[in-house]
């Protein structure tokens, strides 16, 4: 049986914003984050913090889409045009129809604007209604409320605690947060939810 994969090119775009592949020349656009936003890789298992760190957190991510194992996007703000940041797909299992959604970063000017819920909306329409998923799970350290709000905001359900899940980045361990939107949950009613919020 052949695994399905994902289009080589996504481009998601709405009035608000426009997610488009993330590239190595993007580094250009997402260094000031690395340099001067440190707060931002509090909980981050890939740091993304200082120059080199940016080009390996980039460069990873692009080699990962090129194995067919993420799908990661830059995001651009159309109301300040401006770039704000970086999400992507990840753990993809098209096969069994379940994908999550993560890696989710902003500046801190593009926080608390309803760009996030732009871009979850784009996101998630994209797998529920153009690949066909059944599930979008959503994780986090569990210690990151700001991250935790989010998902709970845009219609996510929790599933559970992983504990001692993965190492986090001051060397201990992290508790993960699992968080889940099914495809009967997204047409009922977190959609309409989502656009709510965002028209």
Known sequence: MEIPILPSLITLEN?????????????????????????????????GGGKENMIKYISDAVLARVLNKEYAFIVFDKLKNKYAGSTRFYDIQLLYKTIQLGYTWYGKKFQGTGLNKNCKYLMLEYAFEILGLERVEFRADNRNER?????????CKEDGILRSNLPDNTGGRRDSIVLSILRDEWFHNVKQLLLNKIM
């Open 15 to 47: 009035d608000f914003v426009l997610l488009r592949p993330l590239e190595i020349t993007d580094i250009d656009h997402l260094l000031e984050f690395a340099m001067t936003e440190p707060e931002i890789w509090k909980y981050s298992l890939a740091q």
């Open 147 to 155: 991250s935790k709000a989010a998902m709970l905001s845009i219609g």
